[in-house]
């Protein structure tokens, strides 16, 4: 009778820690892909932002020269 009482004791502890440890790492999985996504955007906004500059100065550059010329 021990022996079947402490197999379910183990089993129940086994049961609720690997319970504990997969909401845990679903969570960590969820967490990570909702990060990389907002760096997918802000990386986005970025790269969008950098070639409208470089394009204004380019654009400026041209106008410079030829006026100049």
């Not at 990570?32 to 996504?37: A, E, Q, T, V, W």
Request: charged letters at 20%; glycine letters at 4%.
């Amino acid at each position: 009778m021990a022996c079947a009482a402490t197999y379910c004791l183990l089993y129940v502890y086994e049961r609720v820690t690997w319970t504990a440890k997969a909401k845990h790492e679903a969570f960590r999985r969820q967490y990570i892909s909702y990060g990389m996504s907002q760096l997918g955007m802000v990386a986005g906004i970025v790269t969008e932002y950098c070639s409208s500059q470089v394009e204004r100065y380019y654009m400026r550059s041209h106008v410079r020269r030829v006026t100049v010329t």
